[in-house]
């Protein structure tokens, strides 16, 4: 068991007001695993207040780019000394397979708060220029203030990461909050924290739900909320930054395409990158590749080749290193997932491998890795997030028609293009409508470049130069003539 009863606000570890606590249940084992406070709004009130006080008084915004970028890698570093009890909790806690955790949960958090340190020091933070009247301009990227991160339970360090790396670059103060599901691993963060030796209220983590969180995102001493999280909880968020005018990053969900063009070899490493684009994180990924867009004259071909890869998957515990699939985070998920799965079946399409949930396993949320073939776009599960290991293989007859299916969602997370000939491939990728198109690789993003949704998927971007943007403010000074 796993319980903390504090919060980590202004620096230490205090109490909260809450009564009640939120309890971690495992989806392998079904028990109960951990708690934590269930923060109250009045908790939310003295993690604004300390972060307020950091923003305005405190040394953080205030200090060099390199002071900030040497604690940016002090939290790279602690936060690296406990990766695998980290990766493990994840696990525990949203049935991530550990195959998958330590790299795709924890290290690859990791890495984007070093990828942070190394951009501080040389992001440009004020250039200087002719004025048009004749006077010299200075024009600064402020730090935009104090900033509110909700975290989605998915990939809950990663996404983390992905908000205090720039926050931190740009000298912002942030209120963490973890989503009720993953509250255990946002804790072991807050002890990386500490450890880290940053000023207080520089970072507050304090986990609780919905409601705390809108007190939060409303709270007047909040001048910025970056949210991850679903399509419906972020248009409600964007509609109360609208009305607050606060500035706003939202990183929503997704219903990526994988163009699989006739040139493409399947081998075996090929084919496991292009399951792997739908089914890593037991598909619980929002640039998850689950349409998978296939000519009429390879069709049944990839579809077989599909069939054999993903029937063959391992389920079960997600601590066993052996795993492919573990559980869905919660019960609600896994009947979810199958109603999706009762949707396919009753629209036509026809589950080659899957569709149901696992005979030998008695326990735990799961749902078998399934693929779908004879698939039409317009399917309920063509349309909408499933967030479960389910891939959807839809016929084309032409690559016009290809890039018409792969943009006809209301989503623009991600895509990918599968083809002998990489340069034709970026060809195709420049007229899909998303944020990031991979070619031949499972990879969702890169660090070094921005990340984010056209439509329903999003506004703004995170990672590269680009992601510390959203986190300043542009100010004009005008200097006196020389
Ligand atoms: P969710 O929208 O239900 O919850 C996300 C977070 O928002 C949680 O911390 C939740 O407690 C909080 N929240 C809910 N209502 C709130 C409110 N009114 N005010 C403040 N906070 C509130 O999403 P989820 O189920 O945790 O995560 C899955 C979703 O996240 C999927 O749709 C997935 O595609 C999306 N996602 C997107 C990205 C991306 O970068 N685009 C990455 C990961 C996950």
Same mark, same amino acid.
């Given at each position: ?57 405190? %040394? ?72 048009? @009247? ?29 908000? #205090? ?7 912002? %103060? ?131 080749? #599909? ?32 109603? @999706? ?45 499933? @967030? ?58 890169? @660090? ?14 995170? #990672? ?19």
């Amino acid at each position: 068991m796993q319980v903390y009863d504090k919060l980590y606000i202004g620096g230490e570890w205090v109490d909260s007001s809450a009564t009640g606590t939120i309890e971690v249940t495992s989806p392998h084992t079904e028990e109960v695993i951990g708690s934590v406070p269930d923060a109250t709004p009045a908790d939310m009130d003295r993690a604004v207040a300390a972060a307020r006080e950091a923003f305005d008084h405190g %040394p953080w915004p205030r200090m060099s780019p390199e002071e900030r970028a040497a604690g940016l890698q002090r939290l790279t570093e602690q936060l690296g000394a406990r990766a695998q009890d980290i990766a493990d909790t994840i696990s525990s806690e949203n049935g991530s397979p550990a195959k998958w955790s330590l790299m795709g949960q924890v290290f690859s958090g990791v890495a984007v708060l070093g990828t942070y340190a190394g951009l501080t020091p040389t992001y440009t933070w004020a250039d200087d220029r002719a004025g048009a @009247f004749g006077a010299p301009v200075t024009v600064r990227r402020a730090p935009v203030g104090v900033v509110a991160g909700i975290i989605p339970w998915n990939v809950p360090l990663f996404i983390s990461a992905l908000k #205090l790396g720039p926050a931190m670059a740009a000298g912002c %103060p942030i209120i963490l909050k973890p989503s009720p599901e993953t509250p255990l691993d946002g804790y072991m963060l807050a002890e990386a924290v500490a450890a880290a030796d940053l000023p207080p209220g520089v970072i507050n983590v304090v986990a609780a739900g919905r409601e705390t969180g809108d007190h939060l995102i409303r709270h007047r001493g909040i001048d910025k909320v970056s949210f991850t999280g679903s399509t419906a909880v972020g248009r409600h968020i964007g509609a109360v930054c609208g009305e607050h005018l606060k500035r706003c990053t939202l990183e929503l969900g997704g219903k990526s395409a994988a163009i699989v063009l006739d040139d493409w070899a399947i081998d075996d490493a090929a084919l496991g990158a292009l399951v792997d684009s739908g089914l890593m994180n037991n598909g619980q990924v929002c640039g998850a590749q689950s349409r998978i867009l296939v000519s009429a004259k390879r069709y049944d071909e990839v579809v077989e080749a #599909l069939a054999a890869k993903v029937g063959a998957m391992k389920v079960g515990d997600p601590l066993d290193a052996e795993t492919d699939i573990g559980p869905l985070v919660a019960q609600r998920q896994q009947e979810r997932v199958q109603g @999706f799965l009762d949707a396919g079946k009753s629209a036509g399409a026809r589950a080659i491998v899957g569709g149901g949930t696992p005979a030998d396993l008695d326990r735990g949320w799961y749902v078998q890795p399934t693929v779908f073939a004879d698939v039409t776009n317009d399917m309920k599960i063509a349309q909408e997030e499933i @967030f479960g290991p389910v891939l959807s293989v839809i016929k084309y007859t032409d690559e016009a028609e290809a890039i018409a299916i792969a943009n006809d969602s209301d989503y623009g997370l991600c895509g990918s293009v599968w083809t002998a000939d990489a340069d034709h491939g970026a060809e195709v990728a420049a007229q899909v409508r998303t944020g990031v198109v991979a070619i031949n690789s499972s990879m969702i993003l890169d @660090f070094n470049a921005p990340f984010g949704g056209f439509k329903s998927s999003g506004i703004g971007r995170e #990672l590269g130069p680009e992601g510390i943007a959203p986190y300043t403010e542009y100010q004009t000074i005008i200097r006196p003539m020389a």
